[in-house]
């Protein structure tokens, strides 16, 4: 954690510990949110981690992370959207080989796993898969090949294809896990209502843009928004970091559907 001030940027509540006993069996869908743009999902007995980043992030961080690899008792599958290390930690996935080997992401993220020791199942843009008992999940799609546009990017040309969202729907709601991605109007704003919406406000043009966001969220005004991508990594001056909720409370449709969660604490999954 850095010694950075609230005054240069908006900083998430304190960290609540995550336990073995949040991966206990429960009657209900919880998320918790792992700070950055981490979730860790459970629902009646089945647990999902989703773009885990446990430690070994490489910028300084306002928050601790709530959530151990040795506090991590199993899993039933890992979802990751995309290979930036503030989604994909190569680190942390190498630990948690030891609880799980499922591991779901595109097939571009998938052959990266491989090459470093982790099980990756890759999938195509469209593509369903189930989790335990309880949970189904599709594959959404994604505009976030920034690389190809940095001026000295050299090597492998990045597609859309390569980054993806997630739709995951549990016995007690749907939660929409649409990953970094600028705004695609014919997807981002015409899918069915969910319950849960993990949503990143950050106001950078390879992510939704602050307006983009809005405008996504008001599409869906009876969602949950529950905040990421925010608040976790000093970085005041990098606006993919660097949202603040406040900026939110006028510009969204019903603003009491606005979950400002602490890393780590449980936030309860409701179908509308």
Avoid at 1 to 26: K, L, Y
Avoid at 49 to 55: A, E, K, Q, R, S
Avoid at 108 to 113: D, E, L, N, T
Avoid at 169 to 184: C, E, H, N, Q, Y
Wanted: with cysteine.
């Amino acid at each position: 954690m850095s010694d950075a001030r609230p005054d240069r940027q908006a900083v998430a509540p304190p960290s609540v510990r995550i336990g073995e006993d949040a991966f206990a069996e429960s009657a209900g869908t919880t998320l918790r949110w792992l700070g950055m743009a981490g979730f860790l999902l459970t629902s009646r007995g089945t647990a999902i981690l989703i773009d885990p980043v446990l430690h070994s992030f490489d910028m300084p961080l306002l928050i601790d992370i709530p959530l151990r690899v040795d506090d991590v008792p199993r899993v039933d599958a890992i979802l990751v959207t995309h290979a930036d290390n503030d989604h994909f930690s190569i680190p942390s996935c190498r630990e948690l080989v030891r609880v799980t080997t499922a591991f779901h992401s595109t097939r571009y993220v998938a052959s990266v796993m491989e090459e470093e020791g982790i099980p990756g199942t890759g999938h195509d843009i469209g593509d369903a898969f189930s989790v335990g008992d309880h949970v189904d999940v599709t594959v959404l799609p994604a505009d976030h090949a920034w690389q190809n546009a940095q001026p000295d990017h050299r090597g492998r040309t990045f597609h859309d294809e390569d980054s993806c969202g997630f739709w995951i729907r549990t016995p007690d709601g749907v939660v929409w896990a649409p990953g970094d991605s600028r705004l695609i109007r014919d997807h981002h704003l015409t899918m069915p209502e969910p319950d849960v919406l993990l949503f990143d406000f950050s106001d950078s043009e390879w992510h939704f843009g602050l307006d983009g966001a809005v405008e996504m969220a008001n599409a869906y005004p009876r969602a949950d928004l529950v905040l990421h991508h925010w608040g976790s990594v000093d970085s005041p001056e990098f606006a993919p970091f660097n949202g603040d909720p406040a900026t939110l409370w006028s510009r969204i449709v019903n603003p009491s559907r606005i979950r400002v969660v602490a890393p780590g604490e449980a936030f309860a999954v409701r179908s509308r």
